[in-house]
């Protein structure tokens, strides 16, 4: 059974930085592409930045592309996403997700099987 917990999230000013952090259980975290999704209040969860196994390839939503940084550190089974100019617009309850064992996709739920149970980030001034 794979657990993903998230953590790092809070209220931060708008220009301001966090970094996220998702501790995965068991041996699989370093052999699968690993996901951030957010969703704000009343809206679809939406992929932010997604690794792959080894980090050498990242993706990011055009919305964050230059202020967000996805990485991972296999040998602590532990992922990060680190937030920097952030802005209102990024409020939103962000979750970590480890993808599935088959197809190629990686930018939908449908391609991630286990979820972690979520933190918040508002920023807001």
């Known amino acids: 059974q794979v657990q993903l917990v998230e953590s790092g999230g809070g209220l931060v000013q708008p220009g301001g930085s966090l970094r996220l952090s998702c501790a995965a259980s068991g041996r699989s975290f370093s052999m699968y592409t690993m996901g951030w999704f957010r969703q704000a209040t009343g809206k679809e969860r939406d992929i932010v930045a997604a690794?792959?196994?080894?980090?050498?390839?990242?993706y990011y939503v055009d919305s964050v592309k230059g202020r967000f940084t996805i990485s991972r550190d296999n040998a602590k089974n532990t992922l990060y996403l680190q937030m920097n100019n952030l802005k209102p617009e990024d409020t939103a309850v962000y979750y970590c997700?480890?993808?599935?064992?088959?197809?190629?996709?990686?930018?939908?739920?449908?391609?991630?099987?286990?979820w972690g149970q979520g933190t918040q980030v508002t920023v807001s001034s």
């Open positions: 997700a480890r993808r599935g064992g088959s197809g190629v996709g990686y930018k939908t739920q449908s391609d991630y099987i286990y």
């Open positions: 690794i792959d196994w080894n980090g050498d390839n990242t």
